[in-house]
Structure formats: structure tokens, C-alpha cells
């Protein structure tokens, strides 16, 4: 079952809800906390007033059902958009893909049709900078960023979005802001200063980047959807996947237009992909104090121990027993 909401119903539940008891809702003098409506699914939403010009929102839930949101013309802001885990798809044809992330500047955005499927996972983080102190904290530095960024800063009112993928420094730092170990006033600040991080570590690849906006991929709807199909059949298969050629011929397209599509949507080759995906189902794992190094790794289909050691450093930045030390002081 679908359902289909526009977005003024679809807050409409939520007030619904927490008039009749269903769901927790809690305020502070920075921080706001508010669990989904069983209608919805299940998971919260919590947002944080860091300073004047400088917020973050954390969404964590799974829908219930297929859901169909339909958005009206709206006003955005300046923004930064983590998507972490989880895909949805707009009208426009294009996948929100887990790996993802977006700098927007402020605009009004036409209408838009988002759809979501069922018991799927949908984990992100919002920034929401003011331009003006957004200018001062690249104070002498702006002339070197490119042409779009620029324009943002500038408040020229135009539908930019600067898109890139979650680095393992991303990662990390959008990890702790999950896991903040601080309450009060230590949490703002310990929370101001991962989202400070994040500003940086995007507008640091920006300015990396060769080309600062995405090419438009010539892939039809038809092969985004084979796409998306082969990557459900890799993780659905990951202790034992298909190989290229067979995986391509289960979603009926060649392995080159395989090999290809995915690193127009995904930026990385499919077994890339996979290994990605192993990995962050051991960073999950790793949050448990107690679980041995060498179990996780053989969960996540590693039978070398060194060998896991080695990609899980590479990708976040530090080894599993360190992680998970880390994490342990953090609880």
C-alpha cells in the first residue's frame, strides 16, 4: 500500500498524533525532539539551535508504507544535506542516493512529487547556515571558491545545488553527532563544533572538485531503475554476490552500461559499492563494546582480520578497535 500526502496533511499527522499521546514530542531552550507517527513509521526527528544563523536537523526512521509526498513551492535557505542512509526517488526521474550530499542556495524551488518505499531506512542531516555568517567564516577566502558557490554567498536568488558524496571524514564526524556523549550546554557546543567540521570538510571538496556541479546523466529512467535493481541484488546477496556479467543480465542491461550507471549514480563501481556497504554494516557493529574485532569482521564477510583492519581504516579514518574505543567513551 502507498499512501499519498501533501506535505500540509503530512505534518497534520504529526500534530495529530502527539495531541492523542501517540508519539513523544519534547522542547528545550535549543533542542527539539519529536518521534514519527506510527501512521508513518517509525523513528524521530531532532533539531538544534546552535547560534544565531547556524541549525541541524537529524532524521532517523522507517516508513510503515510507500509513501508519496507531494511538496508545494517552496522558499530555501542556504543548506547543507547529509543524506546517510536509505534512497527515495522525485518526480524528476532522479534518486536521493545514501552516500549523498547537497549545498543548496536559497531560492524558491518549484513544486516536487518525492516517493518513498516501504520498510525503507531513510537517515540524513540538515545544515542550515544564514548566508551572512556563512561569508564570515570564509572571510578572505571566498574569491578563490567556484562560480556557484560564490553566487550562494552572494545571495543571488538561483536553483544551485552543489552536489558531492559522504567522505570518511563526513562520515566520522556525522557519526558523533548521532552519538553526541554530552548533554546541556556542553552538547551545543560539542554539536556547533562537529557541524563547523562538516561546513568545511563540504566546501573543502567543493573547491576540490574538478567540476564543481554534476554532470547530467544520460541514463533513462529504465536503466535507473535496473540500477537501483542490481545494487538491491548485491546487498540482498553480499556474503555470496553474483558476479558483474551475471548481475547485469538478472536486471537486463549489458555490463558495461552496468559498470557505468553505476558510477554515474552511485560514483563507484558496483563491488565498490558492496564493500562500502560491508563496512558500514561494521561500523554499526562495532558500537557494541563488547563484540570481538575478528566476529564483525567475519560477519561482514572478511576472513582476514588485517585485511578488514586495513579497508576499515581506509574508509573511516581510523581502525575498528580504535572505533569501537572510541565509541565506548562515548557512551
Excluded at 539551535?49 to 547556524?54: E, F, K, P, V
Excluded at 509526498?69 to 526521474?93: N, T
Excluded at 566520522?172 to 554530552?182: G, K, R, S
Excluded at 567543493?206 to 529512467?221: E, G, K, T, Y
Aim: hydrophobic content about 35%; proline content about 5%.
Amino acid at each position: 500500500m502507498t499512501l499519498t500526502l501533501t506535505s500540509q496533511d503530512y505534518l497534520a499527522l504529526f500534530d495529530e498524533a502527539a495531541n492523542n499521546g501517540e508519539i513523544a514530542q519534547q522542547e528545550s531552550e535549543f533542542e527539539t525532539f519529536c518521534e514519527y507517527p506510527p501512521l508513518l513509521g517509525q523513528g524521530y526527528r531532532r533539531s538544534y539551535q546552535l547560534r544565531s544563523g547556524l541549525s541541524v536537523s537529524i532524521h532517523e526512521h522507517t516508513c510503515r508504507d510507500g509513501l508519496t509526498l507531494k511538496i508545494p513551492e517552496q522558499q530555501w535557505s542556504v543548506g547543507m544535506f547529509f543524506h546517510i542512509a536509505g534512497d527515495y526517488r522525485c518526480d524528476c526521474g532522479a534518486y536521493v542516493n545514501a552516500g549523498h550530499t547537497t549545498l543548496t542556495g536559497q531560492c524558491v524551488v518549484p513544486k516536487e512529487t518525492l516517493e518513498y518505499r516501504a520498510q525503507e531506512r531513510l537517515s540524513s542531516v540538515y545544515l542550515h547556515i544564514d548566508p551572512a555568517l556563512l561569508r564570515e567564516l570564509v572571510m578572505g577566502y571566498s574569491v578563490q571558491f567556484p562560480t556557484p558557490l560564490r553566487s550562494i554567498l552572494e545571495e543571488i536568488e538561483d536553483l544551485i545545488k552543489i552536489e558531492g558524496m559522504i567522505t570518511p571524514a563526513m562520515q566520522v564526524a556525522l557519526q558523533q553527532i548521532f552519538q553526541c556523549p554530552y548533554q546541556g550546554t556542553f552538547k551545543r557546543l560539542y554539536l556547533e563544533g562537529k557541524v563547523l567540521e562538516l561546513i568545511a570538510l563540504q566546501l573543502n571538496q567543493i573547491v576540490d572538485q574538478d567540476s564543481p556541479l554534476r554532470a547530467v546523466s544520460s541514463l533513462s529512467n529504465c536503466d535507473l531503475d535496473c540500477i537501483h535493481q542490481a545494487r538491491d541484488i548485491l546487498l540482498n546477496h553480499a556474503e555470496a554476490p553474483p558476479s558483474l556479467l551475471d548481475l547485469a543480465r538478472q536486471v537486463g542491461i549489458n555490463d558495461r552500461k552496468l559498470k557505468q550507471g553505476f558510477r554515474d549514480v552511485f560514483h563507484t563501481s558496483p563491488f565498490a559499492y558492496l564493500r562500502q556497504h560491508r563496512l558500514e554494516q561494521a561500523r554499526q557493529l562495532l558500537s557494541d563494546p563488547d563484540l570481538p574485532i575478528g566476529v564483525v569482521a567475519k560477519r561482514v564477510g572478511y576472513g582476514d582480520r588485517s585485511a578488514f583492519a586495513t579497508a576499515f581504516r581506509k574508509q573511516f579514518g581510523l581502525n575498528p578497535k580504535a572505533y569501537q574505543l572510541q565509541w565506548r567513551r562515548e557512551i
